[in-house]
């Protein structure tokens, strides 16, 4: 029997009949669960992206910004040429994001510089968009294709923790040839705190495969090396990250509902925790105690400041990326304890360099020196309660996403999202373009693990 054409009539060329029905079928090629039918291409492209993604978080941490670009038009143009269906991101939570950002513009009304905020948001919209579409087709590949992806990161992952080793034991060569020779130990090591923080967020998924292709104690490798190396770089916060998740993922493990539990304490607690916490420690007088970096002491400075302020304007704020540059008032810059003394001489060129970076050439009149390395505190000193809440619905929307994971695999998620959130509460601003892209991309990855616990693996 002939095939028919769109009028109805019999098509001698079979060929030709195929061509157009394909035609006809595009762009609704999906398969029973919910995945984009087959695009090697596609797959391929986000593969690419994953063994890319670590080296660069740690070579150059700005580049993944442009890496999540990339990726998102090659995939595009892929699909375009395939005839494939287009990944649907979330609506829900993308509608969440939208609402959030639209809070932010109106908030640039009263922002002491209402261009530079609106400039901020649209350098976040399209970035949110890149990246939401991204997990959509990260969560529409086949299984294999999302195993072999994460088989790459582990791979870049690999090589970017052995680049942090030689930088760190072997006089930080390959920084000293990209980025020239730093003047002190201090100085060498920071280069690197984003990338080994990179590296931090992105064990948990490394992790997960590990967990699914091994059932043995060899997940434990990459949590083990890393608890090894990160207190021998300066990243303080990578380190706080890893023993939050840490310690999350072991309550995940001693109790399978813990998880729900967990994340919705932890966005609580983040926007009441914060400003209560910074008072309690205030008053204590964690400002002066030598036990505590200097640079812990300064952000609990730079915090109580900006609990003070948030008070004076606690429903909409002071406008958006309005940290910078907010009025000292009657507060004074942070003065570092020049008693306190190290007792090895990398940790005293240390202190001697935050030193210079807390009162040097660096804004040293403004008590916030570009944000308040605290991101609820930004969110309730820019945008108020109301940002607050919008901020917590979107937080509470990843959460229920979270906990569709299989069993183990949303213990992993878990531990990720803790650690980013105990990274994000403690360095970064907030609305930096290569914070916001490296989060993005690390939902990517664990995105990838949605389906290895199941069929059963």
Same mark, same amino acid.
């Given at each position: 029997m002939l095939p028919l054409n769109d009028g109805g009539y019999p098509v001698r060329n079979r060929a030709l009949a195929n061509s157009n029905q394909a035609k006809l079928d595009w762009p609704h090629v999906v398969t029973q669960n919910n995945q984009i039918s087959s695009n090697h291409a596609v797959a391929w492209v986000l593969t690419l992206f994953c063994l890319i993604l670590p080296v660069m978080a740690l070579l150059a941490s700005k580049g993944v910004v442009p890496l999540l670009?990339?990726?998102?038009?090659?995939?595009?143009?892929?699909q375009l040429n395939a005839k494939q269906a287009f990944a649907v991101p979330d609506r829900i939570l993308s509608w969440s994001i939208v609402i959030f950002l639209g809070w932010c513009a109106i908030a640039t009304a009263w922002?002491?510089?209402?261009?530079r905020g609106l400039h901020t948001i649209l350098k976040l919209a399209p970035l949110y968009a890149a990246g939401l579409y991204l997990i959509a087709v990260a969560g529409s590949l086949a299984d294999r294709e999302k195993e072999r992806a994460l088989c790459f990161l582990a791979v870049g992952w690999c090589l970017s923790l052995g680049l942090v080793v030689v930088e760190i034991y072997f006089g930080s060569p390959l920084f000293n040839l990209i980025k020239g020779h730093?003047?002190?130990?201090?100085?060498?090591?920071?280069?690197?705190?984003?990338?080994?923080?990179?590296?931090?967020?992105?064990? /948990?998924?490394? =992790?997960?495969? $590990? &967990?699914?292709? %091994?059932?043995? /104690?060899?997940? =434990?490798?990459? $949590? &083990?090396?890393? %608890?090894?190396?990160?207190?021998?770089?300066q990243a303080s916060a990578a380190v706080l990250g890893l023993v939050v998740g840490l310690m999350g993922l072991g309550l995940c493990l001693l109790h399978r509902q813990a998880s729900r539990l967990v994340l919705f304490a932890t966005i609580i607690g983040i926007f009441v925790i914060s400003p209560l916490g910074t008072k309690y420690l205030y008053e204590k007088g964690a400002?002066?105690?030598?036990?505590?970096?200097?640079?812990?002491?300064?952000?609990?400075?730079?915090?109580?400041?900006t609990v003070e302020r948030f008070s004076e304007k606690p429903l909409i704020g002071w406008g958006f990326d309005a940290s910078s540059r907010m009025d000292n008032g009657d507060a004074k810059p942070f003065k570092a304890n020049r008693k306190t003394k190290s007792k090895k001489s990398k940790n005293k060129a240390a202190s001697v360099n935050q030193q210079t970076r807390v009162g040097g050439s660096r804004k040293a009149a403004s008590i916030i020196p570009s944000h308040p390395h605290n991101a609820a505190l930004q969110v309730l000193l820019e945008l108020g309660i109301v940002g607050a809440v919008l901020a917590f619905?979107?937080?509470?929307?990843?959460?229920?996403?979270?906990?569709?994971?299989?069993?183990?695999?949303?213990?992993?998620?878990?531990a990720q999202f803790l650690?980013?959130?105990?990274?994000?509460?403690?360095?970064?601003?907030?609305?930096?373009?290569?914070?916001?892209?490296?989060?993005?991309?690390?939902?990517?990855?664990?995105?990838?693990?949605?389906?290895?616990?199941?069929?059963?693996k």
């Open positions: 670009y990339g990726t998102v038009l090659l995939t595009i143009l892929c922002s002491p510089e209402p261009s730093a003047d002190t130990p201090y100085i060498a090591l920071s280069r690197m705190n984003r990338g080994v923080t990179a590296l931090t967020i992105l064990v /948990w998924p490394i =992790a997960a495969l $590990l &967990l699914c292709k %091994t059932r043995s /104690w060899i997940v =434990a490798i990459p $949590l &083990l090396v890393l %608890t090894l190396l990160l207190p021998n770089s400002m002066e105690a030598d036990w505590l970096q200097l640079s812990a002491r300064h952000r609990i400075h730079i915090w109580d400041f619905f979107v937080l509470s929307l990843i959460i229920r996403k979270i906990q569709k994971l299989p069993d183990f695999m949303r213990f992993f998620a878990t650690t980013i959130t105990a990274v994000a509460l403690t360095a970064y601003g907030f609305w930096q373009s290569q914070w916001q892209a490296l989060i993005l991309s690390s939902a990517v990855t664990i995105v990838l693990t949605g389906r290895l616990g199941r069929n059963g």
